[in-house]
């Protein structure tokens, strides 16, 4: 069965840099675009970052961009998001998602198939 699993969440400070990874298990990978979502406490989940099956498209949040760069490794099934400058308002549960639709794209409903999440916290 499909399978996300996140992993690489954790608290840091204002400023710090963090890599959240996501293992792709029990689809072919490189046939779907792949996200990443945030949900902070109290609020509903947001989009943050897409990236192409074939990895040549990407699109971001205006809150995230020039701070985040999402990006995918087919060897390896994985998807990661590099995080820089982070602020305590990316305190959220950052979750991985697919969607077989081509191009990457920002609507939840799009996406098929979710992790459970990992906990990032940036403390001020």
């Known amino acids: 069965q499909v399978q996300l699993v996140e992993s690489g969440g954790g608290l840091v400070q204002a400023g710090d840099s963090l890599i959240v990874s996501c293992a792709a298990s029990?689809?072919?990978?490189?046939?779907?675009?792949m996200g990443w979502f945030r949900q902070a406490p109290g609020k509903e989940r947001e989009f943050v970052a897409a990236?192409?099956?074939?990895?040549?498209?990407?699109y971001y949040a205006d809150s995230v961009k020039g701070r985040f760069t999402i990006s995918r490794d087919m060897a390896k099934n994985m998807v990661y998001l590099q995080m820089n400058s982070l602020k305590p308002e990316d305190t959220a549960v950052y979750y991985c998602?697919?969607?077989?639709?081509?191009?990457?794209?920002?609507?939840?409903?799009?996406?098929?198939?979710w992790g459970r999440g990992t906990q990032v916290t940036v403390s001020s």
């Open positions: 998602a697919r969607t077989g639709y081509t191009n990457p794209r920002r609507d939840l409903n799009d996406y098929d198939s």
């Open positions: 029990g689809f072919t990978f490189r046939s779907y675009t």
């Open positions: 990236i192409s099956w074939s990895g040549a498209s990407t």
